[in-house]
């Protein structure tokens, strides 16, 4: 059963600090996403990865970046954290190289993150 | 650009009532859409897609061409279904599971 896991359920972070958000996939999936999940605009696309050290930004990537260094661990970085960016952030992974299904993501349980 | 749109934030039913959940989408090429359901306190999880023509859990969802829509349907609506249920359009090539949502609708299946 693929596996997505989130570091941190819940983060509580003073304004201007730097954040880490980490996440880590088990089945060696290619692709890796990050998205910001908030009421009444759904999921919006942060970055995502198609491989180690490969990303492209998403819809959103203002005030976030990512760090891909090995294909299991995909990193969301805000470099000096916003009031704006209290959210919930949820990563995903998807594309078995071995299976060839590509097109199936999974999601981790998400990140709860304040920032005040 | 692509955009996906779910045109209700909240639908309420009673338990045994038909509910159908609305999908429109804009898109110039062939696209592949995605029902995914986020349970109370649960991670958000694929329902179904197009392609699979299947029913999971007694819904089903067409994709029309025509009027750009995949409306998610079930016929008798239980408790259990309560739950944000959210839209996705995959575009394909080589981003697969870069998916586009809509904003989501959160159903409440009254008893």
């Known amino acids: 059963d693929v596996k997505v896991t989130q570091s941190s359920r819940y983060l509580v972070k003073r304004t201007g600090e730097k954040v880490f958000l980490e996440c880590v996939q088990d089945?060696?999936?290619?692709?890796m996403f990050w998205y910001r999940q908030d009421p009444g605009l759904g999921l919006r696309l942060i970055y995502f990865?198609?491989?180690?050290?490969?990303?492209e930004k998403g819809d959103i990537p203002e005030g976030y970046s990512v760090s891909r260094e090995k294909k299991e661990r995909f990193s969301l970085i805000l470099e000096s954290a916003s009031t704006n960016q209290t959210s919930m952030y949820l990563c995903?992974?998807?594309?078995?190289?071995?299976?060839?299904?590509?097109?199936?993501?999974?999601f981790g349980e998400g990140s709860w993150l304040t920032v005040v | 650009a692509q955009r996906v749109t779910q045109p209700e934030k909240l639908l309420s039913v009673f338990k045994g009532a038909p509910v159908e959940l609305k999908c429109n989408y804009s898109?110039?090429?062939?696209?592949?859409l995605f029902w995914y359901v986020q349970y109370s306190r649960q991670r958000l999880q694929l329902l179904l897609r197009?392609?699979s023509r299947e029913s999971i859990k007694g819904f089903t969802a067409d994709l029309n061409k025509g009027e750009t829509s995949f409306h998610l349907k079930k016929p008798f609506a239980q408790e259990e279904d309560s739950a944000m249920y959210y839209c996705?359009?995959?575009?394909?090539?080589?981003?697969?599971?870069?998916?586009?949502f809509g904003q989501g609708t959160i159903l409440t299946v009254h008893p």
């Open positions: 197009h392609i």
């Open positions: 089945m060696d999936h290619e692709n």
């Open positions: 995903a992974s998807s594309f078995d190289p071995r299976t060839g299904l590509r097109n199936t993501i999974y």
């Open positions: 990865s198609y491989d180690v050290k490969m990303k």
């Open positions: 996705a359009l995959n575009m394909g090539g080589t981003s697969y599971g870069k998916l586009t």
């Open positions: 898109y110039s090429g062939s696209p592949e």
